[in-house]
């Protein structure tokens, strides 16, 4: 697994920071994890979840709202509209530097976020929520002492968590345009919805106002003797879980030839891939590339040291590998035709530029060439006859055979 930190701008131009979770294997789709009030992207849940999603083949953005954590700007100044606005300026950067997200997960009032903002996200099509309210309005609560001193001098200290924060007036207003569940009737993506029926921040009564509201597909999954910040990683660890197994529904026409792409590509759909046919797309304006087979996806990049994000296998890689698993499957052919007793094979390959004075077996000695080098290990009962001919036939390997010959490649543009 892999943590990449970035930093993207809000609607403000104040710089939001956030972590990108990334899998090691290939990446079933991206995510935005919007924590709770005055939390932060390391808060506990956002933390355990992000990084178990990420072990499941999610590759989730969790990130700081405005003034909060190390994101910039004033926490006072901000309202529960503001926090939409950073859940759009995330889905922007998705889009533009890795793909679109097709999943948004909230916790507490993360959750209300989520579900107000999916409609506007036309790539989502799952909505998690976790010990959510279903509507903004719900903190009120939170401020129930200080709420006429907030009134009448359109500002107070109040105490949350155990740190002091500024609620202005502005605030408290802005709670109170959000409190119809309206969106939720009309979200039109599928629904998740988890809550601990002990939790004693955001009652279980807020996920039934939530689930009755929605339309199908919409799920329900109680986590039980969970408390509302999910501190045990237990918790966490079952709501990835969870998140993983059910969104896979609804992420199918996506992880096989209907993947949308950022930038000119994102509302693409790629056409029915023949054999013998391979599609390559961007997925970022650096070097990562989606790569499409009939039946299989996967990525290619650059390492970081090089300008890429090294999500992926760079080019050559592909191509030592494509030769290795050539080499490696003719072999076994083989010897299972032949009744060799052929325990293992390993295959190491390795590509280099050599002056021509290192090839013994060119004329030409003034120029560069390509040379890949190839080990193979052998295990098993083979007696020296046996492996002379498993190196003769190495050579034999179909991909051997198209890099020894002369290849001609040929261009063209399409519309």
């Known amino acids: 697994m892999q943590r990449t930190q970035v930093l993207f701008q809000n609607k403000r131009n104040e710089s939001l920071s956030g972590l990108l979770e990334l899998p090691e ?8 994890f919007a924590h709770c009030f005055t939390c932060s992207k390391d808060g506990i849940a956002a933390t355990y979840i992000s990084r178990a999603l990420a072990e499941n083949g999610v590759a989730v953005l969790r990130f700081d709202f405005t003034g909060l954590g190390n994101s ?56 998690v929520t976790i010990n959510a309210p279903a509507t903004a309005e719900h903190v009120k609560h939170l401020f129930v002492d200080a709420h006429n001193e907030i009134l009448n001098n359109q500002s107070a200290k109040v ?16 709670l109170s345009r959000h409190n119809t569940l309206n969106h939720i009737n009309q979200l039109g993506k599928a629904l998740l919805v988890f809550h601990s029926p002990v939790d004693q921040v955001v009652s279980i009564d807020e996920a039934t106002r939530i689930y009755v509201a929605a339309k199908h597909p919409k799920s329900f999954i109680s986590l039980d003797h969970a408390d ?10 079952y709501v990835a879980a969870m998140i993983t197994a059910w969104v896979s529904r609804y992420l199918t026409g ?18 029915i891939i023949q054999p013998g046919t391979v599609i390559v797309r961007e997925r970022n304006k650096k070097f990562t ?36 698993s050539c080499t490696s499957m003719t072999l076994r052919m083989y010897a299972n035709h032949k009744k060799i007793d052929l ?17 013994a077996t060119c004329d030409d000695r003034k120029a560069m060439i390509d040379k890949i080098s190839r080990e193979i290990r052998l295990a098993g009962q083979l007696n020296e006859d046996q492996r002379k001919r498993l190196l003769e036939i190495a050579d034999k390997c179909p991909v ?12 063209k543009l399409t519309e």
Request: charged share 20%; hydrophobic share 40%; proline share 2%.
């Open 289 to 324: 590339r989606e790569i499409f087979t009939q039946q299989h996806r996967f990525i290619s990049d650059e390492p970081i040291e090089q300008g890429g994000a090294d999500l992926g296998a760079n080019p050559y890689e592909l191509l030592l590998a494509a030769l290795g």
């Open 343 to 359: 325990e293992d094979i390993e295959v190491t390959l390795r590509h280099s530029r050599v002056h021509l004075d290192d090839c």
């Open 159 to 174: 105490s949350l968590g155990g740190r002091s924060f500024t609620i202005q007036k502005q605030f408290i207003e802005d």
């Open 72 to 127: 910039a700007g004033d926490f006072s100044n901000t309202n529960f509209s503001s926090n939409l606005d950073d859940l759009l300026a995330a889905t922007e950067f998705l889009q533009k530097q890795y793909a679109a997200p097709q999943l948004l997960i909230g916790h507490s009032l993360g959750g209300s976020a989520v579900l107000a903002v999916a409609k506007q996200i036309e790539s989502v099509r799952a909505v």
């Open 228 to 237: 509302h910040l999910l501190s045990d990683k237990s918790d966490a660890d």
């Open 25 to 32: 294997a290939s990446i079933n789709c991206y995510a935005i």
């Open 400 to 411: 051997h055979k198209t890099l020894m010959n002369e290849i001609v490649i040929e261009t």
């Open 254 to 271: 996506s992880s096989s030839v209907e993947k949308s792409f950022s930038n000119n590509h994102h509302n693409d759909v790629l056409p």
